[in-house]
């Protein structure tokens, strides 16, 4: 696969040095070569991608043709305009840990470059990290969310649960809940929807302390939670703008994958979160995957950010 990447960025640095139109790359001999010797190698991981993708990119309503490769001419054009694009990736092989950073080195070193980080000392304060568990958000959504969760702009994710709604998942058996051992795992994700049940939250936690007082914290907040066993597929989001998420109880494995595009000139990331712990991440431009770890359930509360 290495050598197939080595050669397929010698052949498109030659082409870019040779001025071939992008038109013609088609019918030039060394891509004709190229596809014939490494035709699987290279286009496989990428279709196999887009298959496997196929879901979430309907179910977030992106255009599938956009951001599949599929036809040669048209990976070629997208790559060849990658360098710029791969920006946010290309010199990227961990995601850092970071503890005591400022707004401004905070917004410089990581926002504008749209890098991944984990801020260790994001939410190690925050009452809801004694306070959240299952029965606290059983009770508060029975309290505040019950009548609202039908409206449009809640949503609900059930994952790899049979859960076709909140109220169902909230009414599964203690032992489950605990995600004790003969359980089938649970992991689920939904958004506060209405005003006073985000007030009510907000009692708990905080504005990430690393964020500038200027950026607007979107009123809405994510909470995501629920026992060892996988989380959230491999998917890129729709949202507007870039998301930190604090991790209350239990750890989270993050795989993140590099944009479709920028496949050849970055590289797969993997970090573990742990309790108190803060990820922030573009999930619209990076492909993430979670894992929840043996121990403690999962919660998290999080938000986009601006
Ligand atoms: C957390 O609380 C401790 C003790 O009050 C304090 O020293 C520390 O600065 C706080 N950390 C953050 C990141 O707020
Ligand atoms: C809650 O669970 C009970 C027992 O498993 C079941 O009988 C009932 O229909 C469930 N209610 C809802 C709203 O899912
Ligand atoms: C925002 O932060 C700046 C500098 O950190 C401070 O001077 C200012 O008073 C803060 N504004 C608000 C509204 O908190
Ligand atoms: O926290 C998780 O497990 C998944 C989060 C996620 O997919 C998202 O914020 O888009």
Redesign the pocket.
Known sequence: MNKAKEEFKEILSKLERSNIPFSQLNKSTVIKNFKFNHHKLVLQPLMFGCVFLLPYFLMMNLNFSENCIIDMPDAIRKILRQPEYCEICVDVYKVDKISSISPTEFLENYVKKVHPVVVTDGAVNWSARSIFNFKFFKEYFHKFEIKKHSDKNCQFFPYHTEFRSLREAFNVSESRALSNEKEKPW?I?WNNCNDEAGRYLRQFYERPYFLSNLTESLALS?I?MGGPGP??HM?V?NVHYP?W?AQLRGR?LWKLAPPPECHYYCNNLEIIVEPGEIIV?E?NRWY?Q?I?LPGDI?I?I?SEFD
Do not use: E, V
């Open positions: 992991y994700g994510w995501f989380g959230a998917h989001d998301s998420q989270k991440l999930t993430h979670t929840i999962s998290t999080g």
